[in-house]
């Protein structure tokens, strides 16, 4: 469903965009880095999409996104 919305998405705010643009669902954060080194083999640019909650667990060249500090007060301000 998610790869219909964001092609949507892509062509309503792009529709001068020729390039094709696969959206694949890697079947969770953990096959990530498979997919990447797959796709950059062939010296393709990837972009990782994700939920939420994987800004806070998601490793990119080992550091995360947001350090848990600012975990820690984005979930308190949701509660709020």
Known sequence: MDRYF???ILQLL???HIQEVAILDIHG???YEKWKLFFESFGLDIYYIGDFDNVFTL???RNKLINREIKNK???DIQD
Do not use: M, V
């Open 6 to 8: 964001y092609r949507a």
């Open 14 to 16: 792009k529709p001068e």
């Open 29 to 31: 954060k953990g096959n």
């Open 59 to 61: 490793d990119f060249l």
């Open 74 to 76: 984005a979930e308190g």
